[in-house]
């Protein structure tokens, strides 16, 4: 097996996946995992008018530049789905951001000039998150004053409007998180694709029809409930049973490790924060206060230790 530590892009597959080749060259391998993550669906009309948080670092910046040079407006946040795959979906940060710009304005003394409006296609926003969730996060924002638009398919993004089948309505800071899809190498690769374009993978990770290909996080298509979440912890736990079954594989061994179903997350508002935790068999809510917010500092603290 070799290795490499320089950044590159994929290009193909070739070899029934035993030949990774990239931008800077081939890569040869005895069993590949493929967690490149999922490409966000950015088909909308205008949706170059909108600032999607979680494309990395420099969206966050704009977002953060935008708000401080603003005097007072409308900002719109909302996020979408992939209407053939449900799961392919990622609506937890944005609850975030709304709460958490909100409860900044409100720290800045700033709040009262601003309105904010939260929409989706969906009139039950965040309904993975399981009912309770729903009716906890659309109370707090009638709590907040956040005005919403929901149940109606977007049109359109304008660069001072949202657009959808229901009306429209002005917006000077537009945040936005599309529904996401495969990524476009995956188009040269010949490997099983879901409805919604994600590589399709059994409950041990394997990508059917191959020898020791496997796929995790949100690259994948797994079995299981429709509420299964594309975030970080689905992805660790995905990990950990594609790594055991790889090295079975690997040295001849039987390989059946599954991953956990859960959806454990804090909707964080700058000091405090909400813990939303669900699996097959129940489903919590346990409602904001400062100490969730400092279990996730510390939480990310010690999940970064190790990476240091």
Same mark, same amino acid.
């Given at each position: ?18 030949? @990774? ?10 069993? *590949? ?27 966050? #910046? ?14 719109? @946040? ?17 609850? #975030? ?17 601003? /309105? +904010? ?6 009139? #039950? ?14 109370? /707090?924002?009638?709590?907040?004053? +956040? ?5 109606? =398919?977007?049109?359109?993004? %304008?660069?001072? =409007?949202? @657009? ?8 000077? *800071? +537009? *945040? ?36 020791? @290909? ?29 790594? /055991?079954?790889?090295?079975? %594989?690997?040295?001849? =061994? ?20 909400? *813990?939303?935790?669900?699996?097959? /068999? ?17 939480? #990310? ?8």
């Amino acid at each position: 097996m070799t290795a490499r530590s320089n950044p590159a892009h994929i290009t193909v597959l070739g070899d029934g996946g035993r030949t @990774v080749h990239t931008s800077l060259g081939e890569v040869t391998n005895d069993a *590949l995992v493929i967690a490149t993550g999922g490409r966000f669906i950015k088909r909308l009309p205008g949706i170059e008018h909108a600032i999607t948080p979680c494309e990395g670092i420099t969206a966050a #910046e704009r977002i953060r530049d935008r708000l401080r040079e603003m005097q007072g407006g409308t900002i719109a @946040v909302g996020f979408a789905g992939n209407p053939n795959e449900p799961t392919a979906v990622r609506g937890g940060p944005m609850f #975030e951001f709304l709460f958490g710009i909100d409860e900044q304005l409100r720290r800045e003394g700033r709040r009262e000039r601003f /309105e +904010i409006v939260f929409f989706n296609p969906s009139t #039950e926003p965040g309904n993975r998150l399981g009912p309770k969730a729903v009716k906890h996060l659309l109370g /707090e924002m009638a709590r907040r004053g +956040i005005r919403t638009h929901l149940g109606y =398919k977007l049109k359109r993004f %304008d660069t001072d =409007k949202v @657009v959808t089948e229901g009306g429209e309505f002005a917006a000077d *800071l +537009i *945040l936005f998180m599309p529904g996401m899809t495969g990524n476009a190498w995956f188009d040269t690769t010949g490997l099983p694709r879901s409805p919604g374009g994600l590589l399709q993978a059994d409950a041990q990770c394997r990508i059917p029809g191959t020898e020791r @290909v496997y796929v995790v996080g949100d690259s994948g298509s797994f079995p299981g409930p429709d509420w299964m979440p594309k975030q970080a912890h689905m992805a660790d736990l995905q990990a950990a049973a594609a790594a /055991e079954n790889l090295l079975a %594989d690997l040295q001849g =061994k039987p390989s059946s490790a599954t991953f956990k179903v859960e959806l454990i997350c804090i909707v964080d508002a700058v000091d405090h924060g909400t *813990l939303i935790w669900r699996t097959p /068999e129940r489903n919590w809510l346990l409602p904001s206060t400062r100490l969730f917010h400092w279990a996730k500092r510390g939480f #990310e603290w010690n999940y970064l230790r190790q990476y240091r």
